[in-house]
Nanobody, 124 residues
Framework: QVQLVESGGGLVQAGGSLRLSCEASERPFTKYGMAWFRQAPGKEREFVAA????????DYADSVKDRFTISRDSAKNTVYLHMNSLKPEDTAVYYCAVARSPSVVVREGGYSYWGQGTQGTVSS
């Protein structure tokens, strides 16, 4: 079973940046799409960004478009989320996930494996 370990969360001021990493325990993850979701206090988990197995296709939530970038390094079994121009409303627990297909998937139900989450906090 694939295990996903997120890291890179922390506390940053508004306007700052964070880079999240998610390392998978097994090589087969490179055949599948990956994504980041987030869950803010008192809210449901929401889609943030997704990337195809090859890295050639990506998709973003409107709220993070032009500020966040998702990328992957298959040699390192790792997917990244580069977050710039952070806002207090970006504060959430961020989860990475492995899709059931090689494509970009935005539905939460399209993901089979989830990490434990990493906290990102943006102060005003």
């Amino acid at each position: 079973q694939v295990q996903l370990v997120e890291s890179g969360g922390g506390l940053v001021q508004a306007g700052g940046s964070l880079r999240l990493s998610c390392e998978a325990s097994e090589r087969p993850f490179t055949k599948y799409g990956m994504a980041w979701f987030r869950q803010a206090p008192g809210k449901e988990r929401e889609f943030v960004a997704a990337i195809s197995w090859s890295g050639s296709s990506t998709d973003y939530a409107d709220s993070v478009k032009d500020r966040f970038t998702i990328s992957r390094d298959s040699a390192k079994n790792t997917v990244y989320l580069h977050m710039n121009s952070l806002k207090p409303e970006d504060t959430a627990v961020y989860y990475c996930a492995v899709a059931r297909s090689p494509s970009v998937v935005v539905r939460e139900g399209g993901y089979s494996y989830w990490g434990q989450g990493t906290q990102g906090t943006v102060s005003s």
